[in-house]
């Protein structure tokens, strides 16, 4: 049974670091997609980025508001998945969530992963 769980979230100042770690079970990394999204309170769950695995090694993609500020990366011999936050806004605060999909697409919708955490929540003091 595949198993995804989220830590590393807490209470960061804007500006600041955070990384995000996504530990999975039951199957190996490099047979999905991985990805984070966030959800704030009254907005949709929103995509953060991706991590394809390829036989090279592994493409990340990002949602359209990250410009830089994170990195997704994937750790293949602990089975982890890494979100590192850096210059943290006010407006990043969220529930973030990891997620697989196991037809290992780019997806960007909730509906393209099959697998989620239970999330972990992000607070930026201003």
């Known amino acids: 049974q595949v198993q995804l769980v989220e830590s590393g979230g807490g209470l960061v100042q804007a500006g600041g670091s955070l990384r995000l770690s996504c530990t999975v079970s039951?199957?190996?990394?490099?047979?999905?997609?991985m990805g984070w999204f966030r959800q704030a309170p009254g907005k949709e769950r929103e995509f953060v980025a991706g991590l394809v695995f390829t036989w090279s090694g592994s493409v990340p993609y990002y949602g359209g508001f990250v410009k830089g500020r994170f990195t997704i990366s994937g750790d293949n011999v602990k089975n982890v998945v890494f979100l590192q936050m850096n210059n943290v806004k006010v407006e990043d605060a969220a529930v973030y969530y990891c997620?697989?999909?196991?037809?290992?697409?780019?997806?960007?919708?909730?509906?393209?992963?099959?697998?989620w955490g239970q999330g972990t929540q992000v607070t930026v003091s201003s």
């Open positions: 039951g199957r190996t990394l490099k047979t999905f997609t």
């Open positions: 997620a697989a999909d196991s037809r290992r697409q780019y997806g960007r919708n909730s509906d393209d992963f099959d697998y």
